[in-house]
């Protein structure tokens, strides 16, 4: 059995490693030709009036959106956790989501416990899970999107609903799978990243969808608390 393990664990690294090493041969080049059309751009402005300049820059923003995303992924499982204080942390993340949508039209909300406790955590991987399910909430067809914090029993669950369209039935059992999207311009590693970071945080990703919206829930454990101060944390919070 433990040769089996050690079998399977080698075969990670080596997945893990093989992915790294494409992620940088490629990214080399991208950020080459990036450079190049901004100095196109600047030295030449007229290709701005060319009918597939925009299109070649979109392009570009996708592919370096696909290689940061799989970087990601692939180091989802990888965290070096520090003291966080969760209140300022979520609500810095809150002030800059409005830039993951241009839609003036989507009403954008937050709830959060006056006190929330500080927590051992990566700020990085985590703060790159929250974006993409908000960027996923903004981009569901909504028109009100509500992120939220709460404390229950069994530790703390960050939220984001969305009253957009919902997900689809048919593909409720893949949204987690790597590389399956059905999103336009979508990379399939989104949702697989957010999973990964949960869970090496010791907590999950859940989620709740019907024709009202949907509803992402990113669990953390109560043992990931490094702190609390009980005099200021309401008792419902306090973990």
Not at 13 to 42: C, D, F, G, K, Y
Not at 83 to 106: G, K, T, V
Not at 134 to 158: M, P, Y
């Amino acid at each position: 059995m433990k040769e089996k393990e050690r079998e399977i664990q080698k075969l990670k690294e080596e997945h893990h490693l093989a992915l790294s090493r494409i992620s940088h041969e490629i990214r080399n080049p991208v950020t080459l030709i990036n450079s190049s059309m901004q100095l196109i751009e600047a030295e030449h402005p007229e290709v701005l009036s060319f009918d597939l300049w925009d299109d070649m820059k979109k392009d570009m923003l996708f592919l370096r959106r696909l290689l940061d995303e799989l970087s990601g992924y692939n180091n989802g499982e990888k965290i070096h956790p520090e003291a966080l204080e969760l209140s300022s942390f979520l609500r810095e993340i809150a002030s800059n989501a409005r830039l993951l949508s241009l839609d003036p039209n989507i009403r954008f909300s937050t709830r959060f416990p006056e006190e929330l406790p500080t927590i051992n955590g990566d700020p990085v991987k985590l703060r790159q899970a929250i974006t993409n399910l908000l960027r996923n909430a903004f981009e569901s067809g909504a028109t009100e999107v509500l992120f939220s914090c709460l404390c229950d029993k069994d530790g703390l669950v960050i939220q984001v609903t969305d009253n957009g369209i919902g997900i689809s039935p048919e593909i409720q059992d893949e949204i987690f799978t790597p590389f399956v999207t059905h999103k336009k311009n979508g990379t399939g590693l989104g949702l697989p990243l957010v999973q990964r970071v949960a869970r090496a945080h010791g907590g999950d990703i859940t989620y709740s969808s019907g024709k009202e919206g949907t509803t992402f829930s990113f669990r953390l454990p109560t043992s990931i608390a490094a702190s609390t101060k009980p005099a200021a944390i309401p008792p419902k919070c306090a973990i």
